[in-house]
């Protein structure tokens, strides 16, 4: 798919033949998104959108990196005409300014102290021929690696019958993520990639299939990573690679300390051991020999 244009903001025929009336205010939302996206000229290299099944429900199963996220991850459907419907904390729908959109959207609020209602409300949308978009990470990753998954992704997903299809972004974060304060920069690439299906098989329980999503999504953020156009203008810019690539982020030993703190409200600063600066000094090509044996 080739990055929004400006005649896309006006197509009638973005959203397919006959679109859902219900969907108006959602459909309008997207083509202000499509200005903004011209305005700020980001660079979008979105593969795979033939994974997503063309009707029925499915779950889009995704990285988490940026505070926008899923308005990069929502392109990926409209090639096959259909609008996902993303699970997202309940605190956004209980806002004066996002919460009218969120619900007219028909996206699903997530209560972490009453989860059941929101799995419940997936399951339904997903039997109803739904896409309901998950970042089973629960948050943003701040060592831009894959955390570990929650399970409810591939539980919805064996309940209701439906394929898993695992998904990567990168890029985003540069301009608004966990920890930096959003900077509107111009041009900024962002890679949106699909990977193919992953259908429960008979008899399978959902762990089985988390691992199986799990490696998925692995291999579709490096795959992003690795093809990323854009380099570190210079050492103080590393900040948004991974340290296994050489960048100057957490590693996700360091990342989840921090989230420790952050569930907790208390501050930390993680210090790095010696052995690990010289591995972040001497670049990626040390955690590759290092995974070659």
Avoid: C
């Avoid at 050492?235 to 360091?254: I, K």
Wanted: net charge positive.
């Amino acid at each position: 798919m080739q990055s929004p244009r400006w005649r896309d903001v006006v197509r009638r025929d973005l959203f397919g033949p006959a679109p859902d009336p219900r969907d108006r205010p959602y459909r309008l939302v997207i083509r202000v998104a499509f200005v903004v996206f011209q305005l700020f000229g980001f660079r979008f290299d979105i593969r795979g959108t033939e994974h997503l099944p063309a009707r029925g429900g499915a779950v889009i199963a995704s990285n988490h990196v940026s505070y926008f996220d899923f308005t990069y991850l929502g392109l990926v459907a409209l090639p096959r005409h259909r609008l996902v419907r993303f699970m997202a904390k309940a605190s956004v729908f209980h806002n004066r300014v996002s919460g009218p959109f969120m619900r007219a959207m028909r996206h699903i609020p997530v209560d972490r102290r009453a989860g059941v209602a929101a799995f419940d409300e997936a399951v339904r949308a997903l039997r109803d021929g739904q896409v309901v978009g998950v970042f089973p990470e629960a948050t943003i990753s701040s060592s831009f690696t894959v955390k570990e998954l929650k399970a409810g992704v591939a539980r919805m997903a064996v309940q209701a019958g439906v394929p898993v299809v695992p998904a990567a972004v990168w890029g985003g974060h540069r301009v608004a993520t966990k920890n930096r304060r959003v900077v509107l920069r111009r041009g900024v690439p962002v890679t949106v990639l699909l990977g193919e299906p992953l259908v429960p098989e008979p008899g399978e329980k959902p762990q089985a299939l988390l691992r199986r999503t799990r490696v998925a999504m692995e291999q579709l953020l490096e795959q992003a990573q690795r093809s990323y156009p854009d380099a570190p203008a210079g050492e103080e810019d590393r900040w948004w690679l991974p340290a296994h690539l050489g960048g100057t982020a957490p590693t996700p030993e360091e990342a989840h300390e921090l989230d420790i703190h952050d569930v907790q409200g208390t501050a930390v600063k993680v210090e790095r051991t010696l052995v690990q600066r010289v591995r972040h000094l001497l670049g990626p090509s040390v955690s590759r020999r290092r995974r070659a044996h």
